[in-house]
Nanobody, 124 residues
Framework: QVQLVESGGGLVQAGGSLRLSCAVSGRAFSSVAMGWFRQAPGKEREFVATINWSGSSTYYADSVKGRFTISRDNAKNTVYLQMNSLKPQDTAVYYC?????????????????WGQGTQVTVSS
């Protein structure tokens, strides 16, 4: 059984920072790509960032490029999302996801395993 557990969400003022963590258990974490997605109320779940198995390759949505950084620690089976210069439009439930691909993936359909999500609220 693969489990992904996100943490680190919360309420922050615009311009602030948060770091999300996603702990993975039950599979060979170090051999697969990981991703972060988000879903705002009334909207589709959208891609945020993805990282390959080793951490050497990353890709970001245009809306977060230059502000968010995805990283991973394979020794800890954990992937992170550092979010800086947060804006009210970043408010959403953030989901961690795991795929069986080794290279970064940006489509939801490529991810087999999902966490329960963590709420991020940015006040203006």
């Amino acid at each position: 059984q693969v489990q992904l557990v996100e943490s680190g969400g919360g309420l922050v003022q615009a311009g602030g920072s948060l770091r999300l963590s996603c702990a993975v258990s039950g599979r060979a974490f170090s051999s697969v790509a990981m991703g972060w997605f988000r879903q705002a109320p009334g909207k589709e779940r959208e891609f945020v960032a993805t990282i390959n198995w080793s951490g050497s390759s990353t890709y970001y949505a245009d809306s977060v490029k230059g502000r968010f950084t995805i990283s991973r620690d394979n020794a800890k089976n954990t992937v992170y999302l550092q979010m800086n210069s947060l804006k009210p439009q970043d408010t959403a439930v953030y989901y961690c996801a795991a795929t069986t691909w080794t290279m970064p993936r940006i489509q939801k359909v490529d991810y087999e395993y999902w966490g329960q999500g963590t709420q991020v609220t940015v006040s203006s």
